[in-house]
């Protein structure tokens, strides 16, 4: 089985950066394409960002594009999600996932797996 574990969350101001981490175990991801997601209180879940694990293509939702870097080492099998200017429309809880199909899909039914997610808060 596939496991994803999410971390580094927590409380920033607005402006601030965080880095978030999530770690893959269970099996070779090489073929794979990795998503974050997040979800606010009351809100669905929306894409955030996407990278192919073999080659590094990336993708990001446009309210997040030129604020926050989605990244990969192989080595230790983590997908990062650096997230700078960071504004409190960002609260929320962020998900790592993983998709079978390898390309970065902004859908949330194109993944398999799930991290149990991480909390984001930005304050004003």
């Known amino acids: 089985q596939v496991q994803l574990v999410e971390s580094g969350g927590g409380l920033v101001q607005a402006g601030g950066s965080l880095s978030l981490s999530c770690a893959a175990s269970?099996?070779?991801?090489?073929?794979?394409?990795m998503g974050w997601f997040r979800q606010a209180p009351g809100k669905e879940r929306e894409f955030v960002s996407a990278?192919?694990?073999?080659?590094?293509?990336?993708s990001y939702a446009d309210s997040v594009k030129g604020r926050f870097t989605i990244s990969r080492d192989s080595a230790k099998n983590t997908v990062y999600l650096q997230m700078n200017s960071l504004k409190p429309e960002d609260t929320a809880v962020y998900y790592c996932a993983a998709a079978r199909g390898g390309y970065v899909y902004v859908k949330s039914d194109s993944y398999d797996y799930w991290g149990q997610g991480t909390q984001v808060t930005v304050s004003s």
């Open positions: 990278i192919r694990w073999s080659g590094g293509s990336t």
């Open positions: 269970g099996r070779t991801f090489s073929t794979y394409a």
